[in-house]
């Protein structure tokens, strides 16, 4: 299948942060889609942004290529070449590379690194999640370097596996990367980010270890990652992104942008769950995600609902703080109800 009408919603996200990463209409910049298939993820970014002077869609594979070369025909300013990606890239740099691969993007990523311009972006996404979610923990540490994070915050350590190995082979080259977007959505994760000059800068990279460690617990494992253990976004970019109109699904975007938007405010690494809380407190009732974040701020203590899960919610209270809280919540609840039966 060559076309999947599934990651509409996503290219819809595409047009949504590259018009908000190059607002105006200087039409001034190159982009490559590595894996385009029939090109409409680059081509709609070309069409559909006032971004680009010139896009450049490669392909492997002859019978979707065959669809992508008479698409690029009609569209004046785009090429098509047909290319195996993993082969040094198309000459010159781009100020915008898209990786969107089956599975994973490690093949192609030192490729698109190298033709992506300093100061330009570099977007991957990556659907080996039981690779990066930790189903296959061998295979992490063989293919990322990194020890994942398995269970339900299996995807968010993925996603932060994926920016750490973006990270350090930019840092390799003596550049450092910035996350401008990222996140999990279903069976993947993407990212988009800034190419920085400078590969001395220190990444917020590293291994988070079960004994330091105060946010939500991973697992039983001794030490994971290591992890991007920065931040997912950047703000004013995010802020900036609208849904794209023609694409009829702009209530789906405006939805993701606005839980987004708030998860941004607190930008500690993982989140909660009231059901896996009240298990490992022994309560006999998870308190309600909105009761507790209302409760965390009570106590001066920042907490948003996370787009990775419906009822996930991020804090930069201590793990300590988050159960009292909650046993505390779940106390009121006790004899409010021991209240009603009296
Ligand atoms: C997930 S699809 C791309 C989807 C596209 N971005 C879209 O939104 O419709 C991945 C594409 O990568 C192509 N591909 C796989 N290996 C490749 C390689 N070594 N070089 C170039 N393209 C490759 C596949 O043929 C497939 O068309």
Redesign the pocket.
Known sequence: M???PG?AW??DLGVAFVRAWAPGGAHDRTGW??????????LRLFGETAAFSAFTL????ER?FTVLAANAARTPGTRAIR????EPPPPGSFEYV?L???GSPL??LDGALRATATGGVLAV?A?DLPVLAGAQAAATLRRYGARPVRGRLGPEGGLRILLMRLALDARRAGRSVRPLLAYVRGHYVRVYVLLEAGGDRPDPVGTIEDGAWTGPPLGPEPRYGPLWLGPLADPAVVARMEPAEPAGRGAEVAGFLGRYREELEVPAPFYYEPNSLAARLGLRQPPSVERLREALAANGFRAARTHVRSEGLRTDAPRSDVDRIARALAGERQSQNARVRA
């Open positions: 060559f076309y999947n990651m996503d290219r889609d590595v894996t385009a298939a029939t090109g409409v993820r680059g490669t392909e492997s594979n979707a290319a195996d990606a993993r898209d969107d691969p089956y093949p192609f996404t659907t």
